[in-house]
């Protein structure tokens, strides 16, 4: 899982400037937490291969599951599948919700703006439609 | 369990999501922002929420800023006169307390707390494309994205819509270091200060990151001397300009803001849009359907500060019309049935709201005279603010405003 440290120094793109003040008024009932979120870089795949459980899926999960038995990006999923990148990011979740899939850790390296991203995506997607 | 989206996380999207979760649904919250973009943006709203708000939040112990945020217990209205001075002035002393937490501050603590309590969230700006195949995959599809694109998926109602462009030019500032107004020294108000022909100053006493705070609200007249922000300024230039128009127009309130200042980089906000009611049902190309709440389907001005108040009103009755549902299909007739439950409530607000939009009538400035001298009129109007169904009674209407007139100076005496 792409783990979103509590810090807002480390994302790029000048967040660095968000208030660090907020964290006693957060309210996280003491826990550490860590925040996850699907980027579309975000790689994923499938720990072992269950040609039943495949089986009982919706067919875009199921490509979806079945594309991901080698390593591959949401970004790539969206765009062989045809499917809108907001419905793979629900698909993934559900799936690694019961562990179907695992979802690679990423580091913050990441330098490009992920909006200009996704807008490249729906682009693509809208011309392959 | 019943499979839910919600996409939106807003106060109609978050309060639905976390109540259904105390009821054992299988919800998921799609939200544009993640909790650290919310609280690095700019301020949405000045969210003055009254009690029974107040309340549906604690029902679902959401009331997570209760204790430090104010406790607004009056509402006072000031008229302007032409030569600056003030033509009316009292408050009213509400009989439960209102308050407004900083969307900033609140939407990302419900998103956390809702993944605590077993939500799963998805951060994701939601398309129509994704929607398309999404209402595939989930019992019932609620869109709670208020006034984004989203809404082109539901139609204006011409019957139930009265306006066709903004009625007002919005420009909020919070802020810190405003003494409270000095006719209450012991007692956080929100003062509604008209300005005839101008425009009207709200000020709420709010809550923010860095505690509390107060929020001026201008709501102009388009075209009038308040219309002046079409050239975005940076902040300090529109707090600034906001203590200007105080002074000029509303001095005695200038007199407590002079020496404030903003209460963080992101702490102002200017725009405007037109109210409008929309059919409740979206229609997906696919043959999908999807609910719309809140904002999506009633957007009033918020010269009456009633729509995150009609957000909550809203997810208490769509959660109570799920739970009814029981196993049943969330069908198009019950989205639509669902609706009209909800429109009972709303109207009277849109009703009221828009008549405050229009220069007050004879009946109005004569219960606001009333009202100077007796408490009964003024905590009235102060405590409809609450249910706003109340004004039908005897505020709206010119001849039950008299008899209410009549009535109350009979038992005074
Ligand atoms: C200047 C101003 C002052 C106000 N003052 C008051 C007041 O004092 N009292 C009061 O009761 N009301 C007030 N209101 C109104 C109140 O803020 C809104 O009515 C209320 O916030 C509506 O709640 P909502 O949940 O419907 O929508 P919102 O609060 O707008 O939440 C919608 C959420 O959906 C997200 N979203 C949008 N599009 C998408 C998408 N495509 N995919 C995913 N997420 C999306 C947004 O980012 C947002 O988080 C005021 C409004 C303004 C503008």
Same mark, same amino acid.
């Not at chain 2, 230039?237 to 963080?264: C, I, N, S």
């Given at each position: 899982?792409?783990?979103?440290?509590?810090?807002?120094?480390?994302?790029?793109?000048?967040?660095?400037?968000?208030?660090?003040?907020?964290?006693?008024?957060?309210?996280?009932?003491?826990?550490?937490?860590?925040?996850?979120?699907?980027?579309?870089?975000?790689?994923?795949?499938?720990?072992?291969?269950?040609?039943?459980?495949?089986?009982?899926?919706?067919?875009?999960?199921?490509?979806?599951?079945?594309?991901?038995?080698?390593?591959?990006?949401?970004?790539?999923?969206?765009?062989?599948?045809?499917?809108?990148?907001?419905?793979?990011?629900?698909?993934?979740?559900?799936?690694?919700?019961?562990?179907?899939?695992?979802?690679?850790?990423?580091?913050?390296?990441?330098?490009?703006?992920?909006?200009?991203?996704?807008?490249?995506?729906?682009?693509?997607?809208?011309?392959?439609? | 369990?019943?499979?839910?989206?919600?996409?939106?996380?807003?106060?109609? %999207?978050?309060?639905?999501?976390?109540?259904?979760?105390?009821?054992?649904?299988?919800?998921?919250?799609?939200?544009?922002?993640?909790?650290?973009?919310?609280?690095?943006?700019?301020?949405?709203?000045?969210?003055?929420?009254?009690?029974?708000?107040?309340?549906?939040?604690?029902?679902?112990?959401?009331?997570?800023?209760?204790?430090?945020?104010?406790?607004?217990?009056?509402?006072?209205?000031?008229?302007?006169?032409?030569?600056?001075?003030?033509?009316?002035?009292?408050?009213?002393?509400?009989?439960?307390?209102?308050?407004?937490?900083?969307?900033?501050?609140?939407?990302?603590?419900?998103? *956390?707390?809702?993944?605590?309590?077993?939500?799963?969230?998805?951060?994701?700006?939601?398309?129509?494309?994704?929607?398309?195949?999404?209402?595939?995959?989930?019992?019932?599809?609620?869109?709670?994205?208020?006034?984004?694109?989203?809404?082109?998926?539901? %139609?204006?109602?011409?019957?139930?819509?009265?306006?066709?462009?903004?009625?007002?030019?919005?420009?909020?500032?919070?802020?810190?270091?405003?003494?409270?107004?000095?006719?209450?020294?012991?007692?956080?108000?929100?003062?509604?200060?008209?300005?005839?022909?101008?425009?009207?100053?709200?000020?709420?006493?709010?809550?923010?990151?860095?505690?509390? !705070?107060?929020?001026?609200?201008?709501?102009?007249?388009?075209?009038?001397?308040?219309? !002046?922000?079409?050239?975005?300024?940076?902040?300090?230039?529109?707090?600034?300009?906001?203590? *200007?128009?105080?002074?000029?127009?509303?001095?005695?309130?200038? *007199?407590?803001?002079? %020496?404030?200042?903003?209460?963080?980089?992101?702490?102002?906000?200017?725009?405007?849009?037109? +109210?409008?009611?929309?059919? +409740?049902? %979206?229609?997906?190309?696919?043959?999908?359907?999807?609910?719309?709440?809140?904002?999506?389907?009633?957007?009033?001005?918020?010269?009456?500060?009633?729509?995150?108040?009609?957000?909550?009103? !809203?997810?208490?009755?769509?959660?109570?019309?799920?739970?009814?549902?029981?196993?049943?299909?969330?069908?198009?007739?019950?989205?639509?049935?669902?609706?009209?439950?909800?429109?009972?409530?709303?109207?009277?607000?849109?009703?009221?709201?828009?008549?405050?939009?229009?220069?007050?009538?004879?009946?109005?400035?004569?219960?606001?005279?009333?009202?100077?001298?007796?408490?009964?009129?003024?905590?009235?109007?102060?405590?409809?603010?609450?249910?706003?169904?109340?004004?039908?009674?005897?505020?709206?209407?010119?001849?039950?405003?008299?008899?209410?007139?009549?009535?109350?100076?009979?038992?005074? *005496?």
């Amino acid at each position: 899982m792409v783990i979103r440290s509590d810090e807002p120094g480390d994302a790029p793109g000048g967040r660095e400037v968000r208030s660090r003040r907020v964290r006693p008024y957060a309210l996280t009932g003491g826990r550490t937490r860590s925040r996850h979120q699907l980027l579309v870089e975000t790689m994923i795949s499938v720990p072992s291969y269950d040609a039943e459980f495949a089986e009982t899926l919706l067919p875009e999960s199921r490509s979806l599951y079945e594309n991901a038995r080698s390593p591959v990006s949401l970004a790539e999923l969206s765009a062989s599948l045809s499917i809108p990148l907001g419905v793979i990011r629900i698909l993934v979740s559900d799936l690694a919700a019961e562990e179907a899939v695992f979802i690679h850790p990423t580091g913050h390296t990441y330098q490009y703006d992920h909006t200009i991203l996704e807008r490249i995506l729906d682009g693509l997607n809208k011309l392959s439609a | 369990m019943r499979k839910i989206l919600i996409v939106g996380a807003g106060q109609a %999207g978050l309060q639905l999501g976390l109540s259904l979760l105390d009821h054992d649904y299988d919800v998921t919250v799609m939200s544009a922002r993640t909790p650290e973009e919310i609280r690095g943006g700019r301020v949405m709203s000045t969210q003055a929420m009254f009690h029974t708000a107040l309340q549906y939040e604690r029902d679902h112990k959401l009331n997570l800023w209760e204790e430090p945020a104010p406790a607004i217990e009056g509402l006072g209205v000031s008229i302007a006169a032409s030569d600056g001075s003030r033509a009316l002035d009292w408050v009213g002393v509400l009989d439960n307390y209102a308050q407004s937490v900083d969307q900033r501050v609140k939407m990302p603590g419900w998103l *956390e707390l809702f993944e605590d309590r077993g939500g799963k969230v998805v951060f994701h700006g939601v398309t129509t494309s994704d929607l398309d195949s999404l209402t595939r995959h989930y019992e019932l599809v609620v869109v709670a994205a208020g006034k984004g694109e989203l809404v082109q998926l539901f %139609g204006r109602d011409a019957e139930r819509s009265v306006h066709t462009e903004p009625q007002r030019v919005l420009s909020v500032s919070y802020v810190h270091g405003a003494e409270r107004r000095p006719e209450h020294p012991d007692m956080d108000a929100v003062r509604f200060n008209a300005v005839p022909g101008v425009g009207e100053l709200f000020v709420i006493p709010g809550y923010t990151f860095s505690g509390p !705070c107060e929020i001026p609200f201008f709501e102009g007249l388009p075209g009038g001397p308040l219309d !002046c922000w079409s050239d975005r300024p940076g902040p300090s230039e529109h707090w600034g300009r906001m203590l *200007e128009l105080m002074r000029q127009y509303v001095p005695w309130e200038y *007199e407590r803001f002079k %020496g404030a200042e903003l209460t963080d980089g992101q702490a102002t906000l200017s725009g405007g849009y037109t +109210p409008v009611v929309r059919h +409740p049902v %979206g229609e997906l190309p696919s043959g999908g359907a999807v609910l719309g709440v809140a904002d999506v389907v009633v957007a009033n001005d918020p010269i009456t500060g009633q729509g995150s108040n009609n957000a909550s009103r !809203c997810a208490a009755v769509y959660r109570d019309s799920i739970l009814e549902r029981g196993d049943q299909p969330f069908d198009r007739q019950w989205m639509r049935d669902t609706f009209e439950r909800y429109w009972e409530r709303a109207e009277p607000v849109t009703r009221w709201t828009n008549a405050m939009l229009q220069p007050p009538p004879e009946h109005v400035m004569n219960l606001f005279g009333a009202a100077e001298s007796n408490p009964v009129i003024r905590n009235r109007f102060a405590n409809a603010f609450d249910d706003p169904s109340d004004y039908d009674d005897w505020f709206l209407d010119p001849k039950l405003a008299e008899e209410y007139l009549r009535q109350v100076s009979e038992t005074e *005496e």
